[in-house]
């Protein structure tokens, strides 16, 4: 009987406690889902966010208010890879732009030149071959700028060690037959054994770029003298007695399309190529003077590197 009523006494008390203990579970475990959802409500909006990211709305970004410490960093670091993704973008977009705006005249000339052999029967070759190679150049150019304007690009210059003095004495003996073929002259004076950072063909053809600019723009003697600098580096300089370019102008001359005569035959690149390349090295390239005008590039000695990349410049 005591067993009973004992048993009864504690299986009321236990349906009580339930009563009371169920709907404190059943609060608990609302307030522990809104708080969730509270707590990842940033989260949610980040991911939203990320999810309208792309080409059409290239600068969107994560929102970082609100988000939990411990998801702070990878948030930084994607917003950070974000921007490096939509420079990249640009550029490819800038160089779009510029390849069909560049292209346009030359292969508007190349169409009239065909359809008027078309309509004469008689086809001048000459004259088509010229508009090629003019358009081949062009090509060629925006690609070697496309290439020096990519991330890896730095990295390739700042691993390779180039043979100063050897590539500029190639560079000059290309351009002799040009500058033969213009009645002019041209003086080197280049030390020996100069090594600098940088990849070989690349600083090369930044090097022709400048002699052509002054084949091409300049006037008189060209002067090509290689020596080194106060500031543990090395110094070409390469100058013309051509009027040169106002002090005003200058730093324009860099610029992509930018042209010292805007209907000369050449495209506007070379320059632009060539300091893209400088820089990339680790130099840099300027005009120092108008009158003569003298165009500098300033490399980086090869000291660190030359006992791992010497053959490369073999």
Known sequence: MERSIIGS????????????????CLLAAYLIRWLLNWTLQPIKQAAKVS???GPGQPDLRIPLDG?????????RAANLGLDRLADAFETEKRIVADAAHELRTPLTVLDL??????????????AIEHSMQQIRRLVNQLLALAQQEQPFAKLQQSN??????????????LTIPMIEAQGRDIQVNIEDAVEVQGEPSLLMDAIRNVLDNALMHGTGTIRVSLTQSPHE????????EGPGVPLCQQEEMFTRFRKGRQHSNGSGLGLAIAR????????????ISQSPCVVRIELVIARALTAQCHPQSA
């Open 9 to 24: 006494l504690l299986q009321a008390r236990l349906l009580r406690g339930l009563m009371i203990f169920l709907p404190m």
């Open 51 to 53: 999810t309208e990211i």
């Open 67 to 75: 988000l939990p410490r411990e998801i702070l960093p990878l948030a």
């Open 113 to 126: 030149r065909l359809q008027k052999s078309r309509g004469d029967n008689v086809t001048d070759w000459p």
């Open 160 to 173: 390779s060690v180039t043979a100063l003095s050897r590539i500029t004495r190639e560079a000059v003996a």
């Open 233 to 240: 580096g090395w110094t070409l300089d390469i100058a013309d």
């Open 276 to 287: 893209q390349t400088v820089l990339n090295a680790g130099g840099n390239i300027r005009f």
